[in-house]
């Protein structure tokens, strides 16, 4: 017997080796266009094959592997049906697979059959509105069926919200992959908490917790291989001095928290602002995702940006305000974090600031306070107040004002009924609208009139109608395409003067707002100051994503057609020029073109006047570091890229304002009647600025070209 004890340890450490050195089997990764042979579906929900990621109407899924997964939100929510795989031999201990979506038992779920009977089953961890469709591994410990015949059955029975399942990479391993909880506790001594990124991985739930109170919760692609492609980072400078623990869900073998960093500063802060694609003179995010401008405010000296952000991943998510600041409109100053959301689910969608000139909500007790308004995507539309010039906020205790299906306040003082209006969308009928409430104070509000037609972010002001003998002015509406209405508004409904909106913007523009309280210019006149998000304009393997248009004044003028807003770059932008101009000096009469004609070279970013008579010629190309604009005079339109629109000439002659930085180009013609925004990284091969005629009576009367400084801060 002494000798049977070491024999049998010996023998299972053998198994235990053996064990270890089998490699996984695939049982399925979806990644053809139909099914593996023997899978049998019924129903509608699982279609003829695997999903190629995100199917229409569906939130974007994430943390599946390769190109394919199995994913029945096919037609929606109210699709159902079964997939089955063929029988197989279960050969390892552990089955793995990736899974998703919603968490009904029975009914959105994966289930494993050995004899026709059900012996394991899983479902997605959604079970109510918000949540995320990312994949996550889960595992099976199968070791008390190996070397039975056993098949994989994907269900989806439910309709309705988080009706449907997500699967991928199903696999025996003798390694188990589900995720664990994993927890790290450390004293807050620097201000910052450095977090590896890897774009494009599984993302994680992380929390920081005060004791047993949630303090910041969001996901994160968090770097699991110790080769982060960037760094985020968390603010905790409130927490100084306190104890936190960061808790998320990781691998069992994983050491990715052991990666977080406490530092005095935000990563690279040497790099900021340099990187090879962040753009000269756009804003853009230090780290992280943005989207529509939020809270749009001049109060003393300071022009305040707010914006929609995601400070832990360039993909859309954890929606916060972002903060920066500038004295000018060119120069700006990132302040971090100006909203942070309620909790995690409940985040902190569009809206917008004003001043409250006259104390009207009492919030300010040395001077004007700062009040915002903003969606909350689990309460309603809510109030907060700021008396430190937006670097701090405070919630109105009783939130939401205004509870109704839609978002993004607008607010507006209505000078001649001395009350505030809150303009936001409003989903009333089945149909899409603007609905106005009124309010003496910023906190009790009440409806007074909806229009129909306008979808998400709208504004609403009053310009002067230049050149108008009458001093007449117009209300102006508009929602997130951009398109607007002039009309006559008396504080409670908008009258629109023709039913046809008109178009300003075209390309790469979204969810516009303008600025609150704006300064009069130098002539006296006062500004309404617009900054759209470029959307759409991305820069590859930068650690920051989308960008905001430039800053423009807009103006009303008569037109043909009525009133009609034009929108060109704020005075502003000439401090930025470097420099005296690159141009073609032309003749009093100018030049006449008879073939290429190269304007500038060697160019990165500039800013150019252009003007081109275009007499009785068929049109000409202006190439612009490889992107291509083009006037067609047959057809009266400007075409740049995949961007197009309708443009007047006068007296012959096309006037233009381009705008050309490291993402994108801006194109400002007919006085800015027309302006356009276009994604465009240069071409490394091509840099420089030419025009190209069709025929060869075109001339150019003015060129000139202005090479672009950097704008920002640190």
């Not at 539309?381 to 306040?409: L, M, Q």
């Not at 230049?466 to 008396?490: I, N, P, Q």
Request: glycine letters at 10%; a neutral charge; charged letters at 25%.
């Amino acid at each position: 017997m002494r000798l049977a004890v070491p024999l049998i340890l010996a023998t299972l450490s053998l198994l235990a080796i053996h064990a270890a050195d089998r490699s996984d089997i695939v049982v399925a990764d979806f990644e053809g266009d139909t099914y593996a042979e023997g899978w049998k579906t019924t129903g509608t929900a699982f279609g003829k094959g695997p999903a190629k990621g995100t199917l229409p109407g569906q939130m974007p899924v994430t943390g599946f592997l390769g190109k394919g997964l199995v994913n029945s939100f096919l037609g929606g929510d109210s699709a159902t049906g079964t997939l089955t795989s063929p029988e197989f031999k279960i050969e390892r201990a552990f089955l793995n697979f990736l899974i998703g979506g919603g968490k009904q038992p029975g009914q959105t779920c994966i289930n494993l059959l050995v004899g026709g009977k059900v012996v394991r089953t899983a479902t997605g961890p959604n079970d109510r509105p918000g949540g995320t469709e990312r994949l996550d591994w889960h595992t099976w410990d199968v070791a008390e069926f190996e070397g039975k015949a056993a098949a994989i059955q994907i269900v989806n029975e439910a309709t309705g919200g988080w009706g449907h399942i997500n699967i991928d990479q199903i696999t025996q391993s003798d390694k188990k992959k589900q995720t664990e909880p994993a927890r790290r506790t450390f004293v807050v001594d620097l201000a910052y908490l450095h977090l590896p990124v890897k774009t494009g991985g599984p993302l994680r739930r992380i929390k920081i917790l005060d004791g047993k109170e949630t303090v910041r919760e969001f996901d994160i692609e968090l770097d699991l291989d110790g080769k982060p492609d960037h760094w985020a980072f968390a603010d905790l400078s409130a927490f100084q001095g306190k104890i936190l623990t960061v808790e998320t869900t990781l691998p069992a073998d994983s050491k990715a928290l052991d990666a977080l960093q406490l530092a005095a500063a935000v990563p690279d802060p040497l790099k900021l602002y340099q990187e090879k694609h962040r753009p000269l003179f756009h804003f853009t995010s230090r780290f992280g995702w943005l989207n529509d401008p939020n809270g749009l405010v001049f109060q003393d000296g300071e022009w305040h940006l707010f914006y929609q952000h995601n400070p832990f991943g360039v993909n859309w998510g954890n929606m916060h305000w972002g903060h920066a600041v500038s004295p000018d409109l060119v120069h700006w100053k990132e302040l971090g974090i100006g909203l942070y959301p309620k909790q995690y689910g409940d985040w902190a969608f569009s809206g917008s600031a004003v001043v409250d000139t006259g104390n009207t909500s009492v919030w300010g007790k040395d001077g004007k306070p700062l009040v915002l308004a903003y969606t909350s995507t689990g309460r309603g539309e809510c109030i907060a107040f700021s008396t430190d010039k937006g670097r701090t906020w405070t919630e109105y205790d009783k939130n939401p004002v205004v509870k109704h299906s839609g978002r993004d306040p607008k607010l507006v003082w209505y000078e001649k009924g001395k009350h505030w209006v809150m303009a936001v969308y409003d989903e009333f009928q089945g149909k899409q609208w603007i609905a106005f409430h009124t309010s003496p104070d910023l906190k009790t509000w009440t409806f007074a009139s909806r229009i129909e037609g306008f979808y998400e972010c709208p504004d609403l002001f009053e310009l002067p109608i230049e050149g108008d003998s009458k001093r007449a002015t117009k209300w102006v509406l508009y929602a997130a395409d951009g398109k607007y209405l002039t009309g006559d508004f008396d504080g409670k409904a908008f009258l629109p003067d023709v039913k046809e909106k008109k178009q300003l913007w075209y390309g790469r523009f979204y969810a516009a707002q303008t600025f609150d309280n704006a300064p009069k210019d130098k002539t006296g006149k006062p500004r309404r100051v617009q900054i759209g998000w470029g959307n759409g304009i991305v820069f590859p393997g930068m650690p920051f994503n989308q960008q905001m248009t430039v800053p423009v004044d807009l103006r009303l003028v008569s037109d043909q057609d009525g009133p009609r807003m034009t929108a060109l770059p704020v005075v502003e932008m000439t401090s930025l020029r470097n420099g005296k101009p690159v141009n073609t000096r032309p003749s009093k009469d100018g030049l006449k073109t008879y073939g290429p004609q190269t304007i500038a070279d060697n160019l990165d970013t500039f800013d150019a006047e252009i003007q081109v008579d275009v007499g009785n010629g068929s049109g000409f190309t202006l190439e612009l570091r490889g992107t291509k604009l083009t006037y067609d005079a047959a057809k009266g339109t400007l075409t740049c890229k995949d961007v197009t629109s309708t443009v007047r000439l006068r007296e012959g002659k096309l006037d233009l304002r381009i705008l050309a930085d490291r993402g994108s180009i801006e194109v400002f013609a007919d006085g800015g009647r027309v302006a356009m925004s276009v994604a465009a990284i240069p071409d490394e091969k091509s840099r420089r600025l030419a025009l190209i005629p069709q025929t060869s009576d075109i001339t150019i009367h003015q060129a000139a070209v202005y090479p672009m400084k950097s704008s920002w801060v640190k």
